[in-house]
């Protein structure tokens, strides 16, 4: 196993209402899962691979709970990754070099029934983890923004987040509202939903702690 490290910043919108069943052990609220997701690598390397500064992105789509699998999968890589980066890249997002169930990508990789071709596109993509703030744009493919959920009273900002100890994705991730549109290869549409930010740090064998 070739190891390798990731730490950088998520922003990831699904279609849930805000918290996420998900996060808590629990099914999602509409009953299948639908989400959008971005990563700004900082540093990262796979073997002697630098990855760092590259960006990365996925869509998916589950009929019912994840766990019950039968998913669909589209991801797309940074076109500036050279063919070695892109080759460690979606090694590592389809699970690949990592021990068993130990990151998110490889819990989910374990769901996927239909794996879509990777797209190698230019990721324009921004995230303010603390603001609260993200904005994703693939051309042709999918388009994603999250800003802070607002109070329906007065319009002010609020904050709330998740600490998941033993997450196997991120140990504290700052909740916001997110919406979403994919075009192609995979159809998405939602706004106002569930929108999660996070400052990742894996490794070939889980989250990085501490």
Partial sequence: MVYWMLRGREFANCNC?????????????????????????????????????????????WPGPIHEGQGECAAFVD???TQAQ????????????????????????????????????????????EGRKGRLRIPGHLEMDGEPIRSPVDGSEIRARIQLPDGFEYEVAEVGSGTSRAIAPMRLDHAASYGQFAYLHLDSHGVVRG
Avoid at 20 to 39: E, M, T, V
Avoid at 92 to 117: K, L, N, R, W
């Fill in 17 to 61: 209402e805000y918290g996420c069943n998900c996060q808590f052990g629990g099914l999602p609220d509409k009953g299948h899962c639908q989400a959008a997701f971005g990563f700004a690598i900082d540093e990262g390397r796979h073997g002697n691979i630098d990855l760092a500064g590259l960006n990365i992105a996925a869509v998916f789509r």
């Fill in 79 to 81: 076109e500036r990754a």
């Fill in 86 to 129: 892109r080759d460690a890249l979606l090694t590592i997002m389809t699970g690949g070099d990592t021990a068993p169930m130990a990151t998110v990508f490889a819990v989910f990789a374990s769901t996927i029934t239909t794996m879509h071709e990777p797209s190698f596109v230019p990721v324009d993509f921004e995230v303010d983890v």
